[in-house]
T-cell receptor, first 115, second 110 residues
Framework: DVKVTQSSRYLVKRTGEKVFLECVQDMDHENMFWYRQDPGLGLRLIYFSYDVKMKEKGDIPEGYSVSREKKERFSLILESASTNQTSMYLC??????????????FGEGSWLTVV | DAKTTQPTSMDCAEGRAANLPCNHSTISGNEYVYWYRQIHSQGPQYIIHGLKNNETNEMASLIITEDRKSSTLILPHATLRDTAVYYCIVRVANFNKFYFGSGTKLNVKP
């Protein structure tokens, strides 16, 4: 089975702190993603990466950065956490499978509360 | 990506088949239909996907109409653990972004 593992399930951080959310996948997938999910807003794409050291902005990248130094690991960084970044963060990975389609697999989610 | 329309919520009796509909009338020829579900407080779980033909796996069956404008996800014998929000998504195969709509909240009742 595909495994996408997020390092922390629940975090509480103070405003202004630097926050690291780590994600590891074990399926040698090229693509990795960070989403956040908020009630009434659904899943929103923050950043994605299609290769090591490559990254592209999603729909809501402001206040976030990412790092992909190794193929299996994709980190989301909140440079200076703010209360409006309180949310559930979801990491995902996928691999292009040609004619059979491109399936995305998600981690369990990280619940971040900024106080 | 094509827009999808799903009912907000549905009820199903435990042990019965759950049939979840999805309309995607603007789907393009190269767009796949994907189904995911999300159990409360967990990440979305992949269920099944298809292009034209009906598909079946150990979790569910996917029925796509001949004109591809709608589809139905079938859980053959729903259990209480199938209570979740079910998302229908259509997207091209090699496009990286995935957009989730509001989904259908399936309530499986004893």
């Amino acid at each position: 089975d595909v495994k996408v593992t997020q390092s922390s399930r629940y975090l509480v951080k103070r405003t202004g702190e630097k926050v690291f959310l780590e994600c590891v996948q074990d399926m040698d997938h090229e693509n990795m993603f960070w989403y956040r999910q908020d009630p009434g807003l659904g899943l929103r794409l923050i950043y994605f990466s299609y290769d090591v050291k490559m990254k592209e902005k999603g729909d809501i990248p402001e206040g976030y950065s990412v790092s992909r130094e190794k193929k299996e690991r994709f980190s989301l960084i909140l440079e200076s956490a703010s209360t409006n970044q309180t949310s559930m963060y979801l990491c995902a990975s996928s691999s292009y499978r040609g004619a059979s389609g491109n399936t995305i697999y998600f981690g369990e989610g990280s619940w971040l509360t900024v106080v | 990506d094509a827009k999808t329309t799903q009912p907000t919520s549905m009820d199903c009796a435990e042990g019965r088949a759950a049939n979840l509909p999805c309309n995607h009338s603007t789907i393009s020829g190269n767009e796949y239909v994907y189904w995911y579900r999300q159990i409360h407080s967990q990440g979305p779980q992949y269920i099944i996907h298809g292009l034209k033909n009906n598909e079946t796996n150990e979790m569910a069956s996917l029925i796509i109409t001949e004109d591809r404008k709608s589809s139905t996800l079938i859980l053959p014998h729903a259990t209480l653990r199938d209570t979740a929000v079910y998302y229908c998504i259509v997207r091209v195969a090699n496009f990286n972004k995935f957009y989730f709509g509001s989904g259908t909240k399936l309530n499986v009742k004893p």
